[in-house]
């Protein structure tokens, strides 16, 4: 299981010591939230605040989602810049399998994403192609976002296609996980879990990174 906090939410000007202060707390992937002002209506980070990262000293992986349009270029600058997972929307590039294969090819870990409105058959016939199958939960833009729950039922089934597949692919959730739900969503199947405002809101990490945990452990016992 790993927990994945999403810097959207966290003090952009401390943005170092945030990744170093959430993971003493014991997450265990910093999630990447780029947004271009063109796929989603908001503008966010590129591949120099990853590389700068990397260069202040963040190892663990670094979970990059590009909710842009085009994407093939920041596929290549992110690769460069030291992401660990490079995950793309379906409808961010025209050529999905060959934007997919330029993620591995670059030595990264190539993730899809699908919109809350977008069916999991999407991803069937590229599952060769992918280490990570990331399900939003709510339509992508913003944090702080309420968690669509209809979302649930394309968990499970995603779950149910990677388990059928025999494929190593991560099953990762994004959007609205707090502590009152991550229990639902690691029984829908997910093993990989974004937390933004829930997280980065708190005063404090360790607590609630060890509470997201507990829940989510306890659902799946
Ligand atoms: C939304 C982003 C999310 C967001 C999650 O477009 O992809 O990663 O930061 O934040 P919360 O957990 O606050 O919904
Ligand atoms: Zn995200």
Redesign the pocket.
């Known amino acids: 299981m790993i927990i994945a906090p999403?810097?959207?939410?966290a003090d952009f000007a401390r943005l170092g010591a945030e990744c170093d202060a959430v993971l003493a707390a014991g997450a265990d992937m910093i999630?990447f939230?780029v947004?271009d002002n063109h796929y989603?209506p908001?503008l966010t980070m590129g591949p120099m605040v990853c590389r700068a990262l990397r260069e202040y000293g963040v190892s663990a992986p670094i979970d990059v989602?590009l909710?842009v349009e085009p994407v093939d270029s920041l596929i290549e600058q992110f690769a460069a810049a030291g992401a660990t997972y490079i995950s793309i929307h379906p409808d961010g590039t025209r050529h999905l399998d060959r934007s997919l294969t330029l993620i591995r090819d670059l030595g990264c870990r190539a993730g899809l994403?699908l919109n809350p409105a977008v069916p999991v058959a999407v991803a069937e016939p590229v599952l060769s192609r992918l280490d990570m199958l990331l399900l939003?939960?709510?339509?992508?833009?913003?944090?702080?976002?309420e968690?669509i729950s209809y979302t649930l039922e394309k968990i499970s089934s995603a779950r149910r296609m990677i388990d059928s597949s025999g494929l190593p692919i991560s099953l990762e959730v994004?959007?609205?996980?707090?502590v009152h739900n991550i229990a639902d969503v690691a029984r829908a199947g997910a093993d990989t879990f974004?937390?933004?405002?829930?997280?980065?809101a708190a005063s404090e990490y360790q607590s609630v990174v060890s509470r997201l945990r507990s829940e989510a452990q306890s659902a799946i016992l």
Do not use: A, R
Not at 136 to 145: A, L, Y
Not at 194 to 200: Q, R
């Open positions: 999403s810097i959207l939410s999630h939230d947004m989603v908001n989602h909710m994403v939003m939960s709510v339509n992508p833009g913003f944090g702080g976002q968690f994004d959007g609205g996980i707090k974004v937390v933004g405002s829930e997280i980065f």
